[in-house]
Nanobody, 125 residues
Framework: QVQLVESGGGLVQAGGSLRLSCAVS????????MAWFRRAPGKEREVVGR????????SYVDAVEGRFTISRDMSKNIVYLQMNDLKPEDTAVYYC??????????????????WGQGTQVTVSS
């Protein structure tokens, strides 16, 4: 079983930065894809980006490309989401997810087996 625990959320002004962490414990499969999702108030949960646990390759949605960076520290079993130039529309609960997700389906929520509890990010204008 894999457990994911997010931290690092908070309140930040527009243009500011935050770094979220996802602590990973349990049996990590090298082929896992680690992803960040978010759910804004009144909206469906959506993917932000993903990183391959083994190879470290990343992908992002257009809305965050160039502003957000996903990385992982395999020695500490932590996945990070560095968020720069934050905008009010980035306000959401951010979730970490893990799964044996096909490359072509990295953006599909149901492809992920394990989820964290989420951490709130609020960006004020």
């Amino acid at each position: 079983q894999v457990q994911l625990v997010e931290s690092g959320g908070g309140l930040v002004q527009a243009g500011g930065s935050l770094r979220l962490s996802c602590a990973v414990s349990g049996r990590i499969v090298s082929s896992y894809i680690m992803a960040w999702f978010r759910r804004a108030p009144g909206k469906e949960r959506e993917v932000v980006g993903r990183i391959a646990w083994s190879g470290g390759t990343t992908s992002y949605v257009d809305a965050v490309e160039g502003r957000f960076t996903i990385s992982r520290d395999m020695s500490k079993n932590i996945v990070y989401l560095q968020m720069n130039d934050l905008k009010p529309e980035d306000t959401a609960v951010y979730y970490c997810a893990a799964g044996r997700t096909p490359f072509t389906a990295w953006h599909v929520e149901r492809e992920y087996e394990h989820w964290g509890q989420g951490t709130q990010v609020t960006v004020s204008s």
